[in-house]
C-alpha cells in the first residue's frame, strides 16, 4: 500500500473514531416519557375512557422538580396548567384526559373530550416562561407512543 493510500485510510478511520466518539444529542432528564394517546376500546366519551388517554412524565434527575405552574399542551393549544406539584427524584407522574382525584403519580386534566389526536399530534411540556423544556410527538399508529 502507498504512503498516500495509508495516509487517506488512516484520515478516515480517524474521521469515523470521531463519528462514532461524539454524543448522541442528550434527552432532558425530565422528560415525557409515553403516551397512551388513543384509549382503547371506543371513544365513548365516559370517563374511564377519557382517563385511558394520558400522558407521562419521568424524572430522571438527582433531585425532585417542582413542576407548579408548568403547562403540557398540544398543538391545537389545549393546556394543561400543573397545580401545586412536585415529581419526586425517579417518579413519574400520568396526566390524564379526564376527571379524578390528584395523586402523586396521576393528575387529571378534567376535560370531558378528547385531548390528543390519534392520528398524529404533538405534546409540548413548558416551563413556567412558556418556553418548551420537551416535546412528544406520534402520527398515525398503534396508539402508544414511547417518548
Given amino acids: 500500500m502507498s504512503a498516500r493510500r495509508i495516509s487517506i485510510v488512516a484520515c478516515l478511520a480517524g474521521f469515523a473514531l470521531g463519528l462514532t466518539a461524539m454524543p448522541a444529542q442528550a434527552q432532558p432528564a425530565l422528560r415525557f416519557t409515553k403516551a397512551q394517546y388513543d384509549s382503547p376500546g371506543s371513544d365513548t366519551g365516559s370517563n374511564s375512557s377519557l382517563n385511558a388517554e394520558w400522558i407521562r412524565i419521568t424524572n430522571n434527575r438527582s433531585t425532585d422538580v417542582v413542576l407548579t405552574d408548568w403547562r403540557i399542551k398540544d398543538r391545537t393549544g389545549y393546556t394543561y396548567t400543573f397545580p401545586s406539584f412536585t415529581l419526586r427524584k425517579g417518579d413519574s407522574v400520568r396526566v ?4 379524578g382525584s390528584d395523586s402523586r403519580t396521576d393528575l387529571y386534566w378534567d376535560r370531558d373530550w378528547y ?10 411540556l413548558r416551563k413556567p416562561d412558556r418556553t418548551t423544556h420537551d416535546t412528544c410527538e406520534w402520527g398515525n399508529g398503534s396508539g402508544v407512543k414511547y417518548c
Fill in 96 to 99: 390524564h384526559t379526564g376527571s
Fill in 115 to 124: 385531548v390528543w389526536n390519534n392520528t398524529g399530534d404533538k405534546a409540548y
